[in-house]
């Protein structure tokens, strides 16, 4: 008489095997699960958390449509993974909104159709704490800033700079302006606070908007970080520009380089020569 027994330890994929007296049975096969395709999805320096989860869906929607796979990570999930993760330890003490905007390290990033999005954002973290480790913050500990500080002037500068000869410029701007109690007037923070993308103009209601990420209203740092940094931008951020006295910089146009400056008066000329505003 023939039986019919199930094969076990070969995950979902079991087979089956006759056994008796016969001894032309079949072998036994096992049908090998289809290997998981290896997906990549690249962050660009001084994406936000709302711009990462976008290219989340973007490419997830082109693993669809160009590799036939259908990846576990959706937009929403890496929201609600975002959520859910805390801010390195190191931090925690000073980050002040339960935030993780600063901490998702920008880079390259492979995930297969199983990668769960608590497990890529885990990665980024993963990637940051390696990042930070080797940044040296003995010039910022000694104007009294916080490893959080850095983060937010780091991302303040990947926002505002396009050169990277002008990161430490930039940074050299917040550090004078922080030292002498002005207000840093960067309209990155406004434009993140209000949720205004950099296609569109800054209206004067928004420039007088009660936000505490309007910089040209309230002093010293915003809340947070504007975006998430990369590794240039930190180090900027940690170590300015030394021996100079810039208060003042604008984008000259036409070009992706600014005109730095001390002096207010000067300042204001190139602003109405450049064709922004004449008072």
Request: glycine content about 6%; some cysteine.
């Amino acid at each position: 008489m023939l039986a019919v027994v199930a094969l076990v330890g070969v995950g979902a994929f079991a087979a089956a095997a006759w056994v008796g007296g016969d001894d032309q049975a079949p072998t036994p096969t096992v049908t090998a699960p289809p290997p998981l395709a290896r997906l990549t999805i690249i962050f660009p320096e001084g994406f936000t958390i709302r711009e990462m989860a976008d290219r989340v869906a973007a490419v997830r929607r082109i693993a669809i449509a160009k590799r036939g796979v259908t990846p576990r990570l959706t937009r929403d999930g890496y929201l609600r993974a975002v959520s859910r993760t805390l801010a390195p330890s190191r931090f925690r003490a000073d980050v002040q909104r339960d935030s993780l905007e600063g901490f998702l390290f920008p880079a390259s990033y492979e995930f297969t159709q199983k990668t769960t999005a608590l497990e890529l954002v885990a990665d980024q973290l993963r990637a940051f704490r390696q990042r930070f480790r080797g940044v040296d913050l003995a010039y910022a500990r000694s104007k009294n800033l916080t490893p959080y500080d850095i983060l937010i002037i780091a991302s303040m500068i990947e926002k505002e700079t396009a050169v990277p000869s002008e990161r430490r410029l930039v940074a050299a701007v917040i550090y004078n302006r922080l030292r002498n109690r002005m207000p840093l007037g960067i309209d990155a923070t406004v434009r993140y606070g209000l949720n205004i993308p950099g296609t569109e103009s800054l209206t004067k209601a928004a420039l007088r908007s009660p936000s505490p990420y309007n910089t040209r209203i309230h002093k010293g740092l915003p809340p947070t970080p504007i975006a998430n940094p990369g590794l240039a931008s930190i180090r900027a951020a940690a170590n300015p520009a030394r021996g100079v006295d810039y208060l003042y910089y604008v984008r000259k146009p036409k070009s992706l380089s600014h005109y730095f400056t001390a002096d207010e008066h000067a300042f204001l000329r190139k602003v109405c020569e450049y064709g922004y505003a004449c008072n």
